[in-house]
């Protein structure tokens, strides 16, 4: 499991790795004792730095998510998925919350949120990959 990066996104891209990976530790593509691409194999073919990769993977050590063992790799730790939902739904209803907050302070309607919602969750991409046009033309002022 490679994680995608934007480098053009506002999250770093160690946090993206990060994240993607506790996102397939909550959803279930990643399970316990799956082995995570090595340092050198994951900034290769990310085309990023080793050491963006190695504080990733520190990071979700410190976590508690995964675990190393040395000349091996690092594996996904046994019982973590239930911790990585929780803390995964808190991040996104966190989030949420302040989208909505600031699309209805710049006025957009109920319905004009939902349909941004709707045609978001129906696209097949990775978190941090760029908006498609047709999301971004539903916040075109009409005249």
């Known amino acids: 499991m490679v994680p995608s990066v934007n480098i053009?996104?506002?999250?770093?891209v160690y946090a993206q790795i990060e994240n993607e990976i506790r996102?397939?530790?909550?959803?279930g593509?990643?399970?316990?004792?799956?082995?995570l691409p090595s340092v050198r194999e994951m900034s290769e073919t990310l085309g990023i730095n080793p050491n963006t990769v190695a504080k990733?993977?520190?990071?979700?050590?410190v976590m508690g998510l995964v675990y190393t063992r040395r000349g091996m790799g690092v594996y996904i730790n046994k019982g973590v998925?239930?911790?990585?939902?929780?803390?995964?739904?808190?991040?996104i209803a966190?989030?949420?919350?302040?989208?909505?907050?600031e699309a209805k302070a710049s006025g957009l309607a109920k319905k004009e949120i939902a349909a941004v919602v709707t045609k978001s969750f129906a696209v097949d991409g990775s978190p941090y990959s760029e908006v498609p046009?047709?999301?971004?033309?539903?916040?075109?002022?009409?005249?």
């Open 94 to 101: 966190q989030k949420l919350h302040e989208v909505t907050q």
């Open 23 to 27: 996102f397939s530790i909550a959803s």
């Open 81 to 91: 998925q239930a911790t990585c939902r929780e803390s995964c739904g808190l991040q």
């Open 8 to 12: 053009f996104s506002s999250v770093a």
């Open 56 to 61: 990733a993977y520190r990071d979700l050590e």
């Open 133 to 143: 046009a047709h999301i971004l033309a539903l916040a075109k002022t009409k005249k």
């Open 29 to 35: 593509k990643l399970k316990a004792d799956d082995r």
